[in-house]
């Protein structure tokens, strides 16, 4: 059982948006503006989407968000692509220099 | 580009200890914190250590009784040594570049993972 809950999976038809939460509690996501999320495609590595909540690497589109609201945060992924099919782990600081990740979430382009 | 490349055995027996060297080019170690990070086939990702150039050592709490990373920056390498192996441990192995500064937390840069299987 992981630390952060994710939704097993999500799923949205192109030019839609959805919506990932990622739910810990204040002594992870919500006691810190220091989460991430990483998309992996089947066989690959894991990418970097999202840092500190809400930013974005400069090679990631703008399509994709994230926020946070208490002890959950989101990843929002708007004009959904055939290409965003894949599955999506967010990531939080736990204290104690300690990190913690989400169980992942599989998201179906329909 | 900075880039990682993970090297080890594939295959570890139960009770051993395995050994995995990451390899940055493209860049230094020096100034960044370095991470591992697993995940067991078709599981999630478990963040298992970082070390920092200088040094400095952390570790998941679950797995810090077996664990040890180190870092050699003559050869801008850190490898992880996991004691006591047993099938719970298979899983693909990942060297992450990890950002750990005050106002900042991330894994932007990884490796292609590497597959340990534990069996005798």
């Known amino acids: 059982q992981s630390a952060l809950t994710q939704p097993r999976s999500v799923s949205g038809a192109p030019g839609q948006s959805v919506t990932i939460s990622c739910t810990g509690t204040?002594?992870?996501?919500?006691?810190?503006?220091?989460v991430s999320w990483y998309q992996q495609h089947p066989g690959k590595a894991p990418k970097l989407m999202i840092y500190?909540?809400?930013k974005r690497p400069s090679e990631v589109p703008d399509r994709f968000s994230g926020s946070k609201s208490g002890n959950t945060a989101s990843l929002t992924i708007s004009g959904l692509q055939a290409e965003d099919e894949a599955d999506y782990y967010c990531?939080?600081?736990?204290?104690?220099?300690?990190?913690?990740f989400g169980g992942g979430t599989k998201l179906t382009v329909l | 580009q900075v880039q990682l490349q993970e090297s080890g055995p594939g295959l570890v027996k139960p009770s051993e200890t395995l050994s995995l060297t990451c390899t940055v080019s493209?860049?230094?170690?020096?100034?960044?914190?370095w991470s591992w990070i697993r995940q067991p086939p078709g599981k999630g990702l478990e963040w298992i250590g970082y070390?920092?150039?200088?040094?400095?050592?952390r570790y998941n709490p679950s797995l810090k009784s077996r664990v040890t990373i180190s870092g050699d920056t003559s050869k801008n390498q850190f490898s992880l040594k996991l004691r006591s192996m047993t099938a719970a441990d298979t899983a693909v192995y990942y060297c992450?570049?990890?950002?750990?500064?005050?106002?900042?937390?991330?894994?932007?840069?990884w490796g292609l993972g590497t597959m340990v299987t534990v069996s005798s």
């Open positions: 992450a570049r990890h950002i750990a500064a005050v106002g900042h937390e991330a894994f932007d840069i």
């Open positions: 493209g860049g230094s170690i020096s100034n960044y914190y």
């Open positions: 070390i920092y150039y200088s040094g400095i050592t």
């Open positions: 204040r002594s992870t996501v919500g006691g810190y503006n220091y």
């Open positions: 500190d909540v809400s």
């Open positions: 990531c939080s600081y736990a204290g104690n220099s300690t990190r913690v």
